[in-house]
Protein backbone atom coordinates (compact mmCIF):
# COMPACT_ATOMS: atom_id res chain seq x y z
CA UNK A 1 0.00 0.00 0.00
CA UNK A 2 1.42 3.17 -0.77
CA UNK A 3 1.39 5.90 1.70
CA UNK A 4 2.08 9.97 1.19
CA UNK A 5 2.32 11.94 4.53
CA UNK A 6 3.18 15.54 4.34
CA UNK A 7 4.87 17.55 6.94
CA UNK A 8 6.03 21.10 7.61
CA UNK A 9 2.33 23.04 7.59
CA UNK A 10 1.76 25.53 10.40
CA UNK A 11 1.13 29.13 10.97
CA UNK A 12 3.70 32.12 9.81
CA UNK A 13 3.13 35.77 9.28
CA UNK A 14 2.97 37.36 6.29
CA UNK A 15 6.10 37.62 3.96
CA UNK A 16 7.57 34.72 5.92
CA UNK A 17 8.35 31.02 4.85
CA UNK A 18 7.45 27.77 5.10
CA UNK A 19 8.78 24.26 3.36
CA UNK A 20 6.58 21.39 3.33
CA UNK A 21 7.89 17.70 2.76
CA UNK A 22 6.53 14.90 0.91
CA UNK A 23 7.57 11.20 2.10
CA UNK A 24 6.22 8.19 0.07
CA UNK A 25 6.68 5.02 0.87
CA UNK A 26 5.25 1.11 0.22
CA UNK A 27 5.69 -0.62 -3.08
CA UNK A 28 7.19 1.94 -4.99
CA UNK A 29 9.43 1.16 -8.07
CA UNK A 30 8.33 4.73 -9.93
CA UNK A 31 6.19 8.05 -9.38
CA UNK A 32 6.00 10.13 -11.84
CA UNK A 33 4.51 12.87 -11.56
CA UNK A 34 4.06 14.84 -8.60
CA UNK A 35 2.67 17.63 -7.27
CA UNK A 36 1.69 19.76 -4.65
CA UNK A 37 -2.40 20.85 -4.76
CA UNK A 38 -4.15 23.20 -1.98
CA UNK A 39 -7.41 23.59 -1.16
CA UNK A 40 -8.39 26.95 0.83
CA UNK A 41 -12.34 27.34 2.61
CA UNK A 42 -15.05 26.38 -0.10
CA UNK A 43 -13.09 27.17 -2.78
CA UNK A 44 -12.13 23.56 -5.46
CA UNK A 45 -8.39 22.09 -4.87
CA UNK A 46 -6.11 23.86 -7.07
CA UNK A 47 -2.74 22.83 -8.90
CA UNK A 48 0.12 24.97 -7.18
CA UNK A 49 3.02 23.14 -8.46
CA UNK A 50 4.20 19.96 -10.53
CA UNK A 51 7.64 18.06 -10.88
CA UNK A 52 8.36 15.02 -13.27
CA UNK A 53 11.14 12.91 -12.63
CA UNK A 54 13.56 14.81 -15.14
CA UNK A 55 13.42 17.65 -13.12
CA UNK A 56 10.80 19.42 -15.25
CA UNK A 57 8.75 21.96 -13.40
CA UNK A 58 5.19 23.77 -13.97
CA UNK A 59 3.79 26.41 -11.85
CA UNK A 60 0.32 28.03 -10.81
CA UNK A 61 0.64 31.53 -12.03
CA UNK A 62 -0.28 32.68 -8.35
CA UNK A 63 2.98 31.12 -6.54
CA UNK A 64 5.43 31.60 -9.37
CA UNK A 65 8.44 33.32 -8.32
CA UNK A 66 7.55 32.43 -4.92
CA UNK A 67 7.37 28.84 -4.75
CA UNK A 68 10.17 26.05 -5.42
CA UNK A 69 9.19 22.49 -6.18
CA UNK A 70 11.97 19.74 -5.37
CA UNK A 71 12.32 16.21 -5.89
CA UNK A 72 14.32 13.62 -3.72
CA UNK A 73 13.90 10.38 -6.29
CA UNK A 74 16.16 8.46 -3.96
CA UNK A 75 14.67 9.19 -0.79
CA UNK A 76 11.02 9.08 -2.66
CA UNK A 77 10.34 12.58 -0.73
CA UNK A 78 8.98 16.19 -2.74
CA UNK A 79 9.16 19.35 -0.95
CA UNK A 80 7.42 22.55 -1.49
CA UNK A 81 9.34 26.15 -0.37
CA UNK A 82 7.12 28.93 0.02
CA UNK A 83 8.54 32.02 0.33
CA UNK A 84 7.13 35.58 0.39
CA UNK A 85 3.51 33.84 2.07
CA UNK A 86 0.69 35.83 1.07
CA UNK A 87 -2.55 35.56 3.59
CA UNK A 88 -4.20 34.26 0.35
CA UNK A 89 -1.63 31.38 0.24
CA UNK A 90 -3.80 29.79 3.11
CA UNK A 91 -4.97 26.26 2.65
CA UNK A 92 -4.75 22.83 3.46
CA UNK A 93 -2.08 21.76 0.79
CA UNK A 94 -2.22 18.05 0.19
CA UNK A 95 0.60 15.91 -1.73
CA UNK A 96 -0.27 14.25 -5.18
CA UNK A 97 1.19 11.46 -7.15
CA UNK A 98 1.28 8.73 -9.75
CA UNK A 99 2.70 5.66 -8.39
CA UNK A 100 3.49 2.57 -11.08
CA UNK A 101 1.68 -0.14 -9.73
CA UNK A 102 2.11 -2.93 -12.65
CA UNK A 103 1.47 -1.61 -16.03
CA UNK A 104 -0.53 1.53 -15.07
CA UNK A 105 -0.08 4.62 -12.79
CA UNK A 106 -2.33 5.04 -10.12
CA UNK A 107 -3.00 8.13 -8.59
CA UNK A 108 -2.46 8.80 -4.55
CA UNK A 109 -3.16 11.40 -2.44
CA UNK A 110 -1.93 12.14 1.23
CA UNK A 111 -3.72 13.48 3.86
CA UNK A 112 -2.77 17.73 3.91
CA UNK A 113 -1.03 19.70 6.16
CA UNK A 114 -2.39 22.93 6.92
CA UNK A 115 -0.67 26.44 5.93
CA UNK A 116 -2.33 29.65 7.55
CA UNK A 117 -0.83 33.28 6.79
CA UNK A 118 -1.79 35.48 9.09
CA UNK A 119 -0.66 38.42 11.45
Known amino acids: QVQLVESGGGLVQPGGSLRLSCAAS????????MGWYRQAPGKERELVAL???????NYADSVQGRFTISRDNAEKKMYLQMNSLKPEDTAVYYC?????????????WGQGTQVTVSS
Open 51 to 57: IISGGST
Open 96 to 108: NAYVLDGLVYRNY
Open 26 to 33: GSISSINP
